[in-house]
């Protein structure tokens, strides 16, 4: 943390020629939390160069900053009006008027009912919706009433979904399901229904991880659903355990998994590979003030993602040293799991079955109210945060530019079949069934189902408003500390 005190410190003396004069001592209480986002994004925001009310040059003085801050209805609409394209160029940006939300969001933390689900729409429908759970984490209510993955609901407590009230209705503290049989492709409510509560949960990403002989060779299979740091014991635990039974090849799913963090994403590179110790992972890309002061300060290492040989915790890494990896994917991959993809390319063969990814290389980090926007000594007077977008991250070739998602070749096309869906780890559920016979046929295209029948529409993680991020830890500043 007392790296990006640094930081924002430097940088805000540094470079903002403007700043000397917006002195916080002239900024009365109910305009704190304003005054917060404003210089927030104005210091870290990706496209600050790009939003003339962010400029350095906007205002002269602090009473100047009050009168156009005191203009907006609430900190919400302030952080709203100073996004660049908001809902285009920027997806993801989000704002918390409860820190601590926002943290156990981001350790992987939160309040549900342990059914992870999608939504899709009806067919010929532009309107009607119905959902499908995808998993279900364990030692949770949705486990405990019995909920299955390939459960299809119509209604949430009698009402049927809709594209407009999914949201409101699946985002309550307590709600029914109405369930719905999966007939020849029609939706058909079957009179069943399972009530489901939240309740706090620390949710492992590591789902199902397991060893599959097949003749000479032995699989290591990972479904993967977070990039969560404070699991990566749990996680290099599973590439300790592939390692001591001798995996030769290894598989990926992440079909469910919406992002998190860049460092734990990087040392799932590191477990997957292990050879390239060192070289670059990946490499940010921050906004133009930020970009100079590194340049000035010949600290462009701070902007640099290397595979290494530890956690975060610093106990060693778990390293197979594959030359190839088999990565599962749908509309629902995103953030890190994309790097994951893209960080790897340029170093071993990366395998991609299933569906097109998200398409977000963009990375946040978390700005507090405080000097050094850390949570050390956060302003008393509100609980605001901010996730701003601050970072476009490529691999060691410079490639970033997948905003439309990353596919797999055409003949690695995959689609979920809702009527054969099976069950997760399984040799005979059709995506992993795909990655063993592509492995046993030494690389034979897929034969499956390549038509949507159902559009996706959303998923359980994308209703979160921070559910398909990927960030950054503190900034290395090397010499700086």
């Known amino acids: 943390m007392r790296a990006l005190f640094l930081f924002g410190l430097s940088l805000f003396f540094v470079v903002t020629s403007c700043q000397d004069d917006l002195d916080d001592k002239l900024l009365p209480l109910d305009l704190q939390s304003r005054d917060f986002i404003w210089k927030g994004m104005n210091l870290y925001y990706l496209w600050q160069g790009q939003v003339p009310d962010l400029a350095d040059t906007r205002f002269q003085t602090q009473t100047q900053l009050n009168q156009y801050i005191q203009g907006f209805a609430s900190p919400e609409a302030l952080f709203d009006n100073l996004l660049f394209e908001k809902g285009t160029t920027d997806r993801f940006s989000v704002i918390f008027n409860d820190y601590t939300v926002l943290e156990q969001i981001l350790s992987g933390s ?249 398409g977000k290389n963009v990375g946040s980090v978390t700005l507090y109210d405080s000097p050094n926007f850390t949570k050390n000594n956060v302003n008393p007077s509100h609980k605001y945060a901010m996730q701003p977008l601050v970072l476009k991250i490529v691999n060691k070739d410079g490639f970033g530019d997948y905003a439309d998602g990353i596919s797999p070749s055409a003949s690695n096309i995959l689609v979920e079949n809702l009527g054969n869906l099976g069950v997760l780890g399984s040799p005979s559920e059709p995506f992993l069934n795909a990655a063993l016979q592509y492995i046993q046929t030494n690389g034979r295209p897929v034969a499956g189902k390549k038509v949507e029948l159902f559009a996706p529409l959303s998923d359980s993680k994308k209703i979160l408003p921070f559910g398909a991020e990927m960030y950054v830890e503190t900034p290395d500043l090397g010499g700086l500390r």
């Not at 970009?291 to 060693?316: D, K, P, V």
């Open 110 to 358: 939160s309040a549900t009912t342990g059914m992870d689900y999608g939504l899709r729409f009806k067919q010929g429908s532009t309107t009607d919706i119905f959902g499908w759970v995808r998993y279900v984490m364990p030692n949770t209510d949705a486990a405990s009433k019995g909920v299955q993955r390939g459960m299809i609901f119509h209604a949430v407590n009698g009402t049927p979904l809709t594209a407009s009230n999914y949201v409101s209705l699946l985002s309550q503290n307590s709600f029914t399901i109405n369930l719905a049989d999966f007939d020849g492709g029609n939706i058909t409510p079957n009179g069943q229904s399972i009530a489901l509560s939240r309740a706090p949960y620390n949710e492992n990403p590591v789902l199902v991880s397991s060893v599959i002989p097949q003749g000479d060779k032995k699989i290591g299979y990972l479904m993967y659903n977070g990039f969560f740091t404070n699991f990566e014991t749990q996680l290099n635990q599973v590439f300790a355990n592939f390692l001591s039974q001798g995996v030769t090849h290894l598989v990926v799913d992440l079909r469910y998994n919406s992002g998190g963090s860049v460092a734990t994403c990087t040392r799932l590179a590191s477990m997957i590979t292990g050879q390239f110790t060192g070289q670059i992972f990946a490499s940010q890309q921050w906004n133009q003030k930020v970009m100079n002061f590194y340049a000035s300060q010949n600290n462009s290492e701070a902007l640099i993602n290397r595979f290494t040989t530890s956690l975060g915790s610093g106990a060693a890494i778990s390293s197979l040293q594959l030359n190839q990896v088999i990565v599962l994917t749908t509309p629902s991959s995103a953030s890190a799991s994309e790097l994951l993809i893209n960080g790897l390319k340029p170093y071993i063969n990366v395998v991609q079955i299933g569906g097109v990814t998200s």
